[in-house]
């Protein structure tokens, strides 16, 4: 049995529809709802979404995003022997959506579940599939974070609708004889369910509750900077290591002073800040995945860097993820 996992290959999705703010507010203003694209770049650092087409799901994403993941690591599906799916926009009540995934990738028998921790979701799964490759119940491992969140923003509430959008992000992590993940450290905090969530749930055949994305955001703003910080230095003291050692910094992609204000409080330069907000919006447990992708891709980040990975959301959830490329 092998002590460590690593990741051997990225791989992302984001589906074609393309909404810059512009376009997005000229839709919106069709409905009566007034927004704008400089009142959205300031106070988030959102350009623009990917939003599905109805008909696509999440695991319609996921399979696009662990095909380039596979390709990146060189790996068939046949090779897989574990699927953890993160997403709270799931294609159906049940099964999961990992089990749908399993199926479009061709192959049967291995575990496949889903994971909900909203947007700390990639983290939490790939702190989870660490766990299992360590103690040997898992070898080699496809870790997604897919998301359809068009699905269930209110688009009469300017506060929420123009932050989020659909995407998938996907890595494999495999057995290693030398450290991939050297740290984590998770989090959750149910007293804070209401500043963040979609309250409504299927009884009796219908809809009971309300179906929309609620969000106290300035609430979440406050929560967030305080615990990444210190979500981020419980880890780097768990891997025995410090700030300098972090190459590359791949918070949530929620807002850019979010993210801006936690590399300040580790001291970070801004260049080592992965930012992808601005292209993809909030895609919630899709964005740190498919910002490494991104990076990956762009040619940013190298194999042997050292990352740290940070999620914050509903839940409240909170977690960070250090490992050497
Ligand atoms: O993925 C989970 C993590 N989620 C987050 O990290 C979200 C955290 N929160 C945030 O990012 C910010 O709180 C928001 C971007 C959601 C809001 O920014 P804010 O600076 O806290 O704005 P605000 O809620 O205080 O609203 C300021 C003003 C209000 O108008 P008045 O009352 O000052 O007249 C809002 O009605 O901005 C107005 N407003 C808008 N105006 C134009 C709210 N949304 C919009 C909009 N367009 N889309």
């Known amino acids: 049995m092998k002590p460590y996992s690593r990741i051997t290959g990225t791989g992302s999705y984001l589906p074609p529809r393309r909404v810059t703010n512009a376009e997005l507010a000229t839709e919106l203003a069709g409905r009566g709802v007034e927004t704008s694209d400089t009142w959205i770049v300031e106070r988030t650092g959102i350009r623009a979404r990917h939003f599905a087409a109805p008909e696509v ?127 984590s450290d998770l989090h959750a905090d149910g007293s804070q369910v209401g500043i963040l969530c979609v309250p409504g749930t299927v009884s009796g055949g219908k809809v009971l509750g309300d179906p929309f994305l609620k969000m106290d955001g300035q609430a979440v703003f406050k929560l967030a900077v305080g615990v990444l910080e210190s979500a981020a230095r419980t880890t780097l003291a768990k891997a025995g290591r410090t700030e300098a050692d972090i190459d590359w910094l791949i918070p949530h992609q929620a807002n850019i002073r979010i993210m801006q204000g936690t590399a300040k409080r580790l001291k970070l330069p801004m260049h080592k800040l992965v930012v992808t907000v601005d292209q993809h919006g909030n895609t919630s447990a899709a964005s740190v995945p498919l910002a490494l992708d991104a990076a990956v891709r762009g040619g940013q980040i190298r194999k042997g860097d050292t990352l740290m990975l940070e999620g914050v959301g509903g839940g409240f959830t909170w977690g960070a993820v250090l490992l050497d490329l």
């Open 57 to 183: 799901t999440s695991s319609d994403l996921a399979l696009h995003a662990c095909r380039h993941a596979l390709e990146a690591a060189g790996r068939t599906p046949q090779e897989i022997d574990l699927i953890i799916v993160a997403t709270s926009t799931p294609d159906m009540v049940f099964p999961s959506s990992a089990c749908i995934l399993q199926h479009k990738l061709g192959i049967a028998g291995c575990a496949a579940f889903d994971l909900q921790a909203v947007c700390t979701g990639f983290v939490y799964a790939i702190t989870v599939a660490d766990a299992m490759i360590r103690s040997g119940t898992a070898t080699r491992a496809l870790v997604v974070g897919a998301e359809v969140f068009s699905r269930i923003l209110d688009f009469s509430d300017r506060s929420t609708c123009v932050l989020f959008g659909d995407g998938a992000g996907a890595v494999v992590l495999e057995a290693s004889d030398t450290p991939g993940i050297l740290a």
